[in-house]
């Protein structure tokens, strides 16, 4: 069977990177003085190694909440005799003026420091260190780097690691001093983000050999500098920078352009019109021109062709044929033109082959792809479109789709506007519509930006959206390599007294599945979280507003699923005053009959537990299982779990039913009457992985009617799912059991009749390949 696209496996190089890096201390290092962490000597590493190690790391540190960032990490790297470093990408404040100065011994090509708002002025001295060999630089959104920390800036290598946190950076104390003097190989820069008290012109002016700058909000008093790189400047970004005719006239002069960006942010900020002799020029003199970007600009409506020309014929990429005028004086279609935010993306034919805009889902990919890594208002923009898309339409790109949107997330886990509406995406590119389309790998991968999100906000929206998105999986088999982290982000999600009701509902239904067909060692683990005490903390509150709700019914359809077979979890019941709440819920809310089959299904893995049962014999709660016998709630079910709660108390014999009232021959009487009652025929909401539980009561005479109760449960069970149930009971050795029955006394004649049934049952049955649910005694409608 083909794998799916975007299943293709990680590379070697990529896992043995990882590894490493969870693992330093047991494969590359070790603990020095002061436990500081140490390269080993006898390791020496390529750039190619070094580089993915360093920026490996940052993707874990800013993506996974169980990687442990390492005080020391980038002191492995100090010495370019045992590691080399060419090209690091570094991003967000986890970055600092330290770290820079860790790594100034290397020879760097390339360097990227993106929204590092912690690097101050101190790391403009550790860059010149890189000057003799660094080609790219990149200081997007650095907005400190500038600015000094307390008194002076520290000079390179200066030892001094308590500064970044003891001296923030002054707003006040502006680093004058520093210019690009001697970076005589720097072709590439990006200084995005520039404070306007920085005069870019002097900053650059011995850049003789640059061939991309961007210049990104950054206000320029002077144009005409730009033209001594007009023989080598090959790209030049100019986003949200205030266009002016003298700007303009400047561009023009750059003829080996090949990538241009003019845009902006939003029209409604834009004082300059691109009108159509400014578009004609560029389309003319910038001849050299694959790439522009005019997002953002009010055009005027000469730029177009007529409505009815513009609607003759297929789409077309030829310029000859372009409904945007200008555009009509261009040699060759363009590889990329931004029109986003412009009336211009709504015409049929533009001349370029990847166009950014809002008139369809390709142009909206197109604007997600090209701003999210340093435009993420733009991003965001765009991300609530395809939300549209996904949610009215249809996406047709899925993979591409959901592939940017997780990018967008991972990139900006820290912008509020980004998580919100990218976990709203992910909800609809998620849903039963997309899913067969989704590989494993991807829903992995989402799962985890979905937590990532839900881990760094606690605000209302992006909380919804996550555990809505969240909802879209099997649970718990695909958050199963998450299982840990999930419960305990839906269990803090529970903490506050006052929750929106929404939120609290859909956490509790995730709890609740994420708990239903789990092995017992992660019940008992969650369990260790707090998940009995919040869930009863939640009952407490509802029984506080008189309110029988889904949250009530879903927190106590959860105790049942995490007490199954979970003796520690049984116990924790008991302890936070789990039967006061039992008896205010039966009292309060008598005729929920959900409510009430939760109650005594959990009551009944309490009851399975011999050294608990004794908390259950108490005349007050023994008078309500017996009273429970009667009930019609939900089928038999109700009554079912009363009668199984009392088989085990009558288990353990006469000699512990130490009251006086109610008598035990009374209740036993009464148990057998209402087992006589039922009808074998009716089907269960129940799902039992094992029957050992029902299978310890039959050989035994203390309690006859704990015997036929377990036997009528076969009966039951067998008779109406023989195909899931009798190999179950032939795999755990009933059969064997049931023949002890036949042989006691003791046994009833019905017991015994049943038995019989239940042998020939499983005689008759052809056995096939058995496919046994993993999942413990629980309605279906908790699975749901």
């Not at 101190?122 to 260190?129: A, D, F, M, N, P």
């Not at 299982?483 to 859909?506: G, H, W």
């Not at 009251?659 to 009374?666: Q, V």
């Amino acid at each position: 069977m083909a794998a799916k696209t975007g299943d293709d496996p990680d590379s070697l190089m990529a896992l043995a990177t990882v590894f490493c890096l969870r693992n330093l201390r047991k494969t590359m290092c070790y603990q020095g003085y002061r436990n500081k962490l140490c390269l080993r000597s006898d390791i020496f590493l390529p750039s190619e190694i070094c580089d993915k190690l360093v920026n490996t790391y940052m993707d874990l540190v800013h993506t996974d909440s169980n990687f442990e960032p390492q005080e020391s990490f980038f002191q492995l790297f100090s010495d370019p005799r045992s590691t080399r470093l060419t090209r690091v990408q570094l991003r967000e404040d986890f970055v600092r003026d330290r770290d820079l100065e860790a790594i100034r011994k290397q020879d760097l090509i390339k360097l990227h420091l993106t929204y590092c708002s912690n690097v101050s002025a101190r790391s403009l001295k550790t860059l010149g260190c890189f000057k003799d060999t660094l080609v790219s630089l990149c200081l997007f959104g650095c907005s400190n780097i500038f600015y000094r920390k307390g008194g002076a800036p520290l000079a390179c290598g200066e030892d001094n690691e308590e500064d970044d946190l003891a001296n923030p950076v002054s707003r006040q104390a502006l680093e004058k001093d520093f210019n690009f003097e001697g970076f005589g190989r720097l072709r590439l820069l990006n200084l995005g983000g520039l404070p306007d008290e920085i005069d870019v012109e002097p900053l650059l002016k011995t850049l003789t050999a640059l061939t991309s700058l961007d210049l990104s909000g950054v206000q320029l008093a002077r144009a005409a500098f730009l033209t001594q790189w007009k023989e080598r400047m090959a790209s030049l970004v100019l986003y949200n920078v205030d266009m002016s005719e003298e700007l303009i006239g400047t561009l023009l002069e750059l003829g080996k352009l090949r990538h241009l960006d003019v845009s902006r942010e939003s029209r409604r900020t834009s004082k300059f019109k691109m009108t159509r002799k400014i578009l004609t020029a560029i389309a003319q003199r910038l001849v050299n021109l694959v790439s522009l970007d005019i997002s953002g600009h009010v055009m005027l409506d000469n730029c177009t062709v007529p409505h009815v020309k513009d609607a003759m014929g297929r789409a077309s990429t030829e310029p000859c044929k372009s409904s945007i005028y200008p555009f009509q004086e261009l040699k060759r279609p363009l590889q990329f033109l931004g029109l986003y935010d412009t009336t211009l993306c709504n015409v049929t034919h533009i001349p370029a082959y990847k166009v950014t805009g809002s008139k369809n889902e390709d142009q909206v990919l197109n604007a997600i792809e090209a701003y999210t890594e340093f435009r993420p208002e733009l991003a965001h923009r765009a991300i609530n479109q395809l939300f549209d898309i996904a949610r009215i339409q249809h996406c047709s790109q899925l993979l591409r789709a959901l592939q940017l949107v997780i990018a967008a997330l991972k990139c900006h886990k820290y912008d509020k506007s980004i998580q919100v509406t990218g976990s709203a995406a992910l909800f609809y590119l998620t849903n039963t519509d997309y899913r067969n389309d989704q590989s494993v790998r991807l829903r992995r991968q989402v799962i985890q930006v979905v937590l990532n999100g839900m881990e760094q906000y606690q605000e209302v929206t992006v909380q919804r959206n996550c555990c809505l998105t969240l909802c879209n999986f099997s649970i718990p088999e695909e958050l199963e390599f998450q299982y840990s982290r999930v419960n305990q982000l839906l269990l803090k999600i529970l903490e506050p007294a006052r929750q929106e009701e929404s939120i609290q509902r859909i956490a509790v239904h995730l709890c609740n599945a994420l708990v239903c067909q789990v092995d017992n060692h992660h019940k008992e683990a969650v369990g260790k979280m707090g998940f009995v005490k919040t869930m009863l903390n939640l009952i407490q509150k509802k029984l506080q507003s008189r309110m029988c709700d889904q949250v009530m019914e879903f927190s106590w359809s959860a105790l049942w699923n995490i007490t199954d077979e979970t003796p520690d979890n049984c116990q924790m019941f008991l302890n936070c005053r789990g039967m006061s709440l039992f008896l205010e819920c039966l009292e309060e809310f008598p005729d929920k009959q959900e409510l009430h089959r939760n109650m005594l299904g959990l009551l009944g893995n309490v009851a399975e537990v011999r050294a608990l049962r004794p908390q259950l014999l108490t005349p007050q709660f023994i008078l309500v299982f017996s009273k429970l016998l009667d009930s019609e709630a939900d089928g038999i079910e109700v009554s079912y779990n009363a009668c199984g709660v009392l088989s085990h108390i009558m288990f353990d014999g006469p000699d512990v039913w130490g009251m006086e009232e109610p008598l035990r021959d009374t209740v036993m009487k009464k148990m057998l009457d209402a087992i006589r009652s039922w009808d074998v025929t009716s089907r269960r909401n129940i799902n039992y992985r094992s029957f050992e539980p029902i299978l310890r009561l039959l050989p035994q005479g203390i309690a006859p009617v704990s015997q036929h109760w377990a036997t009528w449960a076969l009966f039951n069970l067998i008779s109406v799912y023989p195909s899931k149930y009798c190999p179950l009971l032939i795999k755990e050795g009933g059969i064997a059991l049931l023949e002890q029955v036949l042989e006691l006394d003791s046994s009833h004649d019905d017991t015994k009749d049943m038995a019989r049934k239940v042998m020939e049952q499983c005689e008759n049955f052809k056995e096939e390949p058995m496919e046994i649910n993993q999942g413990q005694e629980v309605a279906n409608a908790q699975q749901a």
